[in-house]
């Protein structure tokens, strides 16, 4: 008799865990994607001409486009030495220097510098962009006035000086690099 009631028993909990349907069904499943933080940084103008100059400090004005995904980017900036005929590895001709002094002077269309900072980044690194010495800048967060996001023109301002009256004439030509990171 326990036998039996025994069997009955199991059969009943077989019975109740079996999945039965009928001639339709459904079942519904939570699903969910996170939206990983992203940003582009481009230049408006590939190729930025400065003018011309004889004697003295000079500035360049060089404009970007930032898209990112988050209102709060960390920008930082590098920019080289310029160099007759592009040509980095000539050791004829001296570069005309950056003015370290001055710094990269950064600017966003609609926001600025949060915690108090200016909008100047001091260089501080001494670094190559793509085979031009030149320096790198510090990083400082900038916040975008845009909603949950920053999309928006910038622009750098970078100075150099020639100081030797008799630089050879010519084109002289360097390159300079703009950083963004997103801030999570």
């Not at 699903?31 to 001409?49: A, H, M």
């Not at 990112?68 to 590895?89: C, E, H, I, M, R």
């Not at 790198?136 to 030797?164: F, I, K, L, R």
């Amino acid at each position: 008799m326990k036998r039996a009631i025994v069997l009955a028993v199991l059969a009943a909990l077989a019975w109740g865990c079996t999945a039965w349907a009928d001639e339709t069904a459904s079942g519904t499943a939570e699903v969910f994607v996170v939206v990983n933080p992203n940003i582009g940084v481009i230049p408006l103008d590939p190729s930025v001409d400065m003018g011309t100059i004889q004697m003295g400090t000079f500035t360049g004005l060089i404009p970007w486009r930032v898209d990112a995904n988050t209102q709060n980017v960390l920008f930082w900036a590098a920019a080289s030495y310029l160099y007759k005929g592009d040509d980095p590895t000539n050791p004829t001709v001296p570069p005309i220097m950056l003015n370290q002094t001055y710094g990269v002077h950064f600017d966003i269309a609609h926001g600025g510098p949060v915690g108090g900072e200016d909008d100047i980044l001091s260089f501080i690194n001494a670094v190559l962009i793509d085979d031009f010495p030149g320096w790198e800048t510090e990083a400082v967060e900038y916040e975008s006035s845009d909603p949950g996001h920053m999309s928006q023109d910038c622009s750098m301002t970078v100075s150099w000086d020639q100081a030797n009256p008799e630089r050879p004439m010519g084109e002289y030509s360097g390159k300079v690099r703009l950083y963004g990171m997103v801030v999570i």
